[in-house]
T-cell receptor
Framework: GQQLNQSPQSMFIQEGEDVSMNCTSS?????WLWYKQDPGEGPVLLIA?????ELTSNGRLTAQFGITRKDSFLNISASIPSDVGIYFC??????????FGTGTSLTVIP | EADIYQTPRYLVIGTGKKITLECSQT?????MYWYQQDPGMELHLIHY???????EKGDLSSESTVSRIRTEHFPLTLESARPSHTSQYLC????????????FGSGTQLSVL
């Protein structure tokens, strides 16, 4: 299957700081998605991106679909304790199955 | 708010037992999926269904089987559980129209002793 690499693997930040994480693939996708998973729960969709170069915001979250269609990044501004969790990117090609990234674990220190 | 339910949340069983993990959704979604996830790791697709009487295997080889007799129900069965099956199992569903938006259940954490 496809491999999506996320970096960093984990982050420890102070409350109020901004966060940036990215996801890269060796293959192109026509849809990129970002999910957040809280401990003991299933992932929840945060942002969906449909077009190369697209920049989309959802509250304090901003994500971009890379021009090459092989990467995406997610930014979180002014982090708060409830941002803690694992963030997964996922790529999809033409309505077919999703491929999930390796995850970025975020810890916010109050 | 997603309406997709998985039971049980936690299951500890002995080797060789037959188990069925339940997944139901009340959103009328056509597509349903089963993913396997080890702690803190990526999700791997093991089975999916595009509708009633449709089931397909995913990328990750699995000894489990699934059925889709009703739109809302997508159970996963292990005929003979082994310690290597210990993992979290996540069920998800999506609409045909915007199938990129997956709604996940809370998962079943399976431990096989």
């Amino acid at each position: 299957g496809q491999q999506l690499n996320q970096s960093p693997q984990s982050m420890f930040i102070q409350e109020g700081e901004d966060v940036s994480m990215n996801c890269t693939s060796s293959s192109i996708f026509n849809t990129w998605l970002w999910y957040k998973q809280d401990p003991g729960e299933g992932p929840v969709l945060l942002i969906a991106l449909y077009k190369a170069g697209e920049l989309t915001s959802n509250g304090r979250l901003t994500a971009q679909f890379g021009i090459t269609r092989k990467d995406s990044f997610l930014n979180i501004s002014a982090s708060i304790p409830s941002d803690v969790g694992i963030y997964f990117c996922a790529g999809q090609l033409y309505g077919n199955q999703f491929y999930f990234g390796t995850g970025t674990s975020l810890t916010v220190i109050p | 708010e997603a309406d997709i339910y998985q039971t049980p949340r936690y299951l500890v069983i002995g080797t060789g037992k037959k188990i069925t993990l339940e997944c139901s959704q009340t959103m009328g979604h056509d597509k349903m999926y089963w993913y396997q996830q080890d702690p803190g790791m990526e999700l791997h697709l093991i089975h999916y269904s595009y509708g009633v009487n449709s089931t397909e295997k995913g990328d990750l080889s699995s000894e489990s089987t699934v059925s889709r007799i009703r739109t809302e129900h997508f159970p996963l069965t292990l005929e003979s559980a082994r310690p290597s099956h210990t993992s979290q199992y996540l069920c998800a569903s999506s609409r045909r129209a915007d199938n990129e938006k997956l709604f996940f259940g809370s998962g079943t954490q399976l431990s096989v002793l």
